[in-house]
């Protein structure tokens, strides 16, 4: 027989649970109509799991902050000053949109500046990269959603001995700025990657065998889509706790020639002409063959600037192989050049396409963190007080 007692304390669970799921219901706009969408459940595995991995890039950096600057990161700064000089010269002085470096390198000249600034982590400026990205953040959160901010490193930010050689140590990480501001994202709770510490490492166990970026063109190559893909899949797998993905393979990937971008080559000078034409990739295909397509209901989305769409084979980008590698299709929120603008892209969608989403994942090229034009949008729109920003979102 059920007490009175434990029946009161049944009904204020019941009470405070429909408080909660009605207090949780959010507004949303879709056209003319407004529906009221639930954010799903946070579930305690998965943000155990987010957890470790944030807690993890923080180590990792923290490694590499002793190893660069015993600890300090003025230090570090001052280790690669010589490097960072040279960058901010050649950005400020040239006339050139690129530069030749060695070997055949070409670099963008305007790709310079973000590493050589020294106020990128303390910029809290109105349409700052911090700003726009911490709101993003917390209007996901909001929402249920989850957030992997990814900063693909610029060429020189990897091959810095061939652009200054003789300027760097061996062994010294010019990225003291990128690293700072995704270390700083971490312990704001924003899940963001690391790719300079695993870009460098497989560059020093692999020697220049296998290039990550083209020489004539400012994108990685598809040898850095699998790193990427790799490590984007390993913290994605955490989201099978709650039916996302599968470790059952729903796609296979097959080697094709592709033609490689040169977006470089025009800017150069005429003798410089070492463009590779046909490079290797991998297209992903489903079991049955028919090249990987994005899926709108797909719980997962990629919103990225072109690293995410380099190649003309929708099939054989990076998105492609993250699906792949954790066994379920993408939703797109993307557009060549407007890596600063996935909030806005990912919030003008109809509310049908954002009901269901868990995570997104934010690929966005290191060079766009010089921008002071990251619109800060969160779940109610674009942040229209502060001016600078059009309707489509551009400066």
């Not at 039916?243 to 033609?259: F, K, M, N, Q």
Request: net charge positive; hydrophobic share 40%.
């Amino acid at each position: 027989m059920t007490s009175g007692k434990t029946m009161l304390h049944q009904t204020i669970r019941a009470t405070l649970h429909a408080h909660l799921l009605a207090t949780a219901m959010l507004l949303t706009s879709c056209g003319n109509n407004t529906i009221a969408v639930a954010p799903p459940a946070r579930h305690p595995v998965v943000d155990s799991l987010r957890r470790e991995a944030i807690n993890s890039t923080i180590q990792d950096i923290e490694t590499e902050l002793q190893k660069q600057g015993s600890g300090d990161w003025d230090k570090w700064g001052d280790n690669v000053e010589p490097f960072l000089d040279t960058l901010a010269s050649v950005a400020r002085d040239s006339a050139r949109k690129c530069v030749e470096g060695l070997d055949g390198f070409l670099f963008w000249t305007h790709s310079f500046r973000v590493h050589s600034r020294r106020d990128l982590v303390g910029d809290t400026s109105p349409e700052s990269p911090i700003r726009s990205i911490k709101a993003f953040s917390k209007a996901l959160r909001n929402d249920g959603i989850d957030l992997i901010v990814v900063p693909v490193p610029d060429k020189i930010a990897v091959y810095p001995d061939k652009f200054a050689p003789g300027k760097l140590q061996t062994g010294a990480n010019p990225s003291v700025q990128m690293m700072g501001l995704v270390l700083d994202l971490c312990r704001r709770d924003v899940e963001a990657v690391d790719l300079y510490t695993l870009f460098h490492s497989y560059r020093r166990d692999t020697g220049d065998t296998s290039l990550l970026y083209y020489r004539c063109d400012s994108h990685y190559r598809p040898v850095a889509f699998a790193l990427v893909a790799n490590e984007i899949a390993r913290r994605l797998a955490r989201y099978r706790q709650i039916g996302i993905g599968s470790s059952t393979p729903i796609y296979r990937t097959e080697l094709i020639a592709v033609d490689a971008p040169c977006d470089l080559l025009g800017h150069a000078t005429p003798s410089v002409n070492r463009c590779q034409p046909i490079d290797t990739a991998c297209r992903v295909l489903t079991v049955a063959g028919v090249p990987y397509a994005a899926d709108d209901s797909a719980r997962i989305v990629l919103g990225s600037d072109s690293f995410g769409t380099i190649m003309a084979d929708k099939a054989a980008n990076v998105g492609a192989l993250i699906a792949a590698r954790v066994g379920a299709p993408l939703a797109y929120a993307s557009g060549s050049m407007r890596g600063p603008w996935v909030p806005l892209l990912f919030y003008r969608r109809p509310a049908a396409f954002r009901a269901n989403k868990r995570v997104v994942v934010w690929i966005v090229a290191d060079r766009q963190f010089n921008s002071d034009t990251w619109p800060v949008v969160g779940s109610h729109g674009l942040d229209r007080s502060r001016g600078g920003i059009d309707s489509r979102g551009r400066p």
